[in-house]
Structure formats: C-alpha cells, structure tokens
C-alpha cells in the first residue's frame, strides 16, 4: 500500500478541525485559507474513503468512523513530531524552530511580556508561538503534542506530565478603595467574595485561600479586567495574583491592594510532557522564566 497521498500537514488539519469543530478556526489556526484546508481535509478524506467530519451549517460534528480516524491520526502527528525533536536534539539545537508555548489567562498576559525577550537571547533559534486556555485543555493539548510546554499553576499529578518549578507568586486582597483598613489577616467575607467562572484555576484557588466552598449565588467575572471592574463598582472584594495587580493597578483609584499573610499564593510551573527527549534543555528554559520573575513575584502592593 503506497502512503504517498498521505501528508502529516493534512492530519494536523484533521486534528484541527476536530479540536476547533469549525473550518474557518482551524485554518486560521494553521495558518492556511480555509478553502485549501477544506480542499485538503475532502481529499485525505477521499483517500481513507471515510467522511471524518459531518458539515452542518455554523458547526462539524465528528462522525463515528471519524473518531477512530482522528485517534489514529494523533497518535501519528504526535510520534513525527516527537522524531523531529529527538532529531534536532541530536543536532545540538533541541529547541530550533517553532516552540509552542500555552499560558493560562490568569498569568499570560502578565508574564510573558516579560520572559519572550530573555528566552529569544537565550534561544536565538527557537520561535515562540503562543496561546492561552484554561488549565485543563493546556494538560490536554500538552498530552497531544499540539504544545510544547505550558505556563500554569501546580495541580494534580499526570504521569504523562512533569512540572517544573518556577516560584510562588502571592495574592493581594483587592477591594474598593476606602473601605476601613482590615488585619493583616483579613479575606473577603462569604457575601462580598467575587469570584472568576468556573473552569479557572484561580477561582478554586481563591476559595482554598479563604476557607470557602463554593459560596452560593456568589458573582462570576469572565476575566481579571472584568473581576478588578466589579470591585472597583463596589460589588465587594476578592484575590488577585500579584503579577496581574501591578500590570492593571488601581483603576483611576477605585481599587486598592493589601497585603495577605505571607504563604497565600499560588505555585508557577512550566509544564512539559514526561517523555519529550529535549529534557536538559526544558530545564534550561525553566531557568531562564526563573531569572526574569524574582521582582514580580514579591507580593508589593502597585
């Protein structure tokens, strides 16, 4: 049987379709026209003799054969991505090229502006591609080989993962502005806790900080900016990372930030796939994000 119809390129497209479960998405996540991706997903589809996706307008279902397909096709992309890695490893170069790099919300936008300069210095050769999701589809896609590492917070133990330490980065209590000065030892109160939605790391975090389940009725904000807008609105008083507090500061006064209890944050890790051959220089890049953080990882009030 001659595989000389069966590019790697055309089951990245599959696997994109099926993670983004529409065309236009997937292509522009490809970096290609959604009409060639769709030109190319009808032809390996014609080729397999096997409709993976079912069209339907505004969404793509998978079709049940489909799904066995796009197991198979993972379990392909990902053993050619990981031939490419040991090879360029062997090369002297282990991190030459496209180094797909997640983030949570929560920390992204506040770490990376400043570690993508020092790792470029210190990798001259690797080119950083970015993306932010939650927590649980960061461990998925890093499970997959779509990423390479992921910027999140310790969690539960993978085996197929290995976390590599960054630091601890403190809470601040965020409340409106002239509310009375609480102990040093003060948290937000049940009724007046905002919390982010559910699928947030920080969320969970944030009721492990206070002591609280899951309040009932409490208000959900989508974001950092939206949670730091309710408390400057006076709707009541939450938790939020150090790195972010400074980055989006008091909004014009309303909002002031008070230290906690030395101990109450969050742990920073670079996630990596236990089995990736780049190990050694994994943990160089670790040292780097290590060397840029210590002044943002202090807990100071902005």
Same mark, same amino acid.
């Not at 003060?186 to 389940?213: K, S």
């Given at each position: ?8 390129r055309?089951?990245e ?5 099926a ?23 009808r032809?390996?589809? &014609? ?7 079912e069209?339907?307008p505004?969404?793509v ?13 993972a ?6 991505r ?15 090229g ?26 001259? %050769? ?10 649980a ?15 999140c ?9 290995r976390?590599l ?27 007046e ?5 559910e ?6 975090q944030?009721?492990?900080?206070? $002591? ?5 009725g409490a208000?959900h ?11 400057? %609105? ?6 939020m990372? %150090? ?21 109450? $944050? ?18 160089e890049? %670790?040292?780097v994000?290590? &060397?840029?953080?210590p002044?943002?990882?202090? $807990?100071?009030?902005?």
């Amino acid at each position: 049987m001659s595989l000389a119809g069966l590019s790697l390129r055309d089951l990245e497209y599959l696997l994109a379709v099926a993670e983004q479960r529409h065309f236009g998405r997937a292509a522009e996540s490809c970096g290609v026209s959604q009409p060639a991706l769709s030109a190319q997903i009808r032809k390996l589809e &014609g080729l397999l003799g096997v409709a993976v996706f079912e069209r339907l307008p505004g969404r793509v279902l998978v079709t049940a054969r489909g799904e066995a397909v796009l197991a198979r096709a993972a379990v392909v992309v990902r053993e050619a991505r990981a031939l490419l890695l040991a090879a360029r490893a062997e090369g002297g170069e282990p991190l030459a090229g496209s180094f797909r790099l997640g983030a949570i919300p929560t920390l992204g936008p506040y770490l990376l502006p400043r570690i993508l300069r020092p790792l470029r210095e210190a990798f001259p %050769a690797m080119r950083a591609v970015l993306a932010e999701s939650r927590t649980a589809e960061l461990r998925e896609s890093l499970k997959a080989g779509s990423l390479d590492a992921a910027l999140c917070c310790a969690g539960s133990a993978d085996p197929a993962l290995r976390a590599l330490p960054l630091f601890v980065e403190p809470f601040l209590l965020m409340q409106p502005s002239g509310r009375p000065a609480r102990a040093p030892a003060g948290m937000p109160e049940e009724g007046e806790l905002l919390l982010l939605e559910e699928g947030h790391c920080l969320r969970d975090q944030t009721l492990a900080a206070c $002591g609280m389940g899951a309040p009932p009725g409490a208000r959900h904000a989508t974001g950092l900016e939206m949670l730091r807008h309710m408390v400057a %609105a006076g709707e009541g008083s939450s938790l939020m990372p %150090a790195m972010a507090a400074a980055t989006l500061g008091p909004v014009e006064g309303l909002v002031e930030y008070a230290p906690l209890p030395e101990g109450l $944050g969050r742990e920073v890790v670079l996630l990596v796939r236990a089995s990736d051959p780049r190990a050694e220089a994994l943990e160089e890049v %670790a040292g780097v994000i290590r &060397g840029a953080v210590p002044a943002m990882a202090t $807990g100071r009030a902005p």
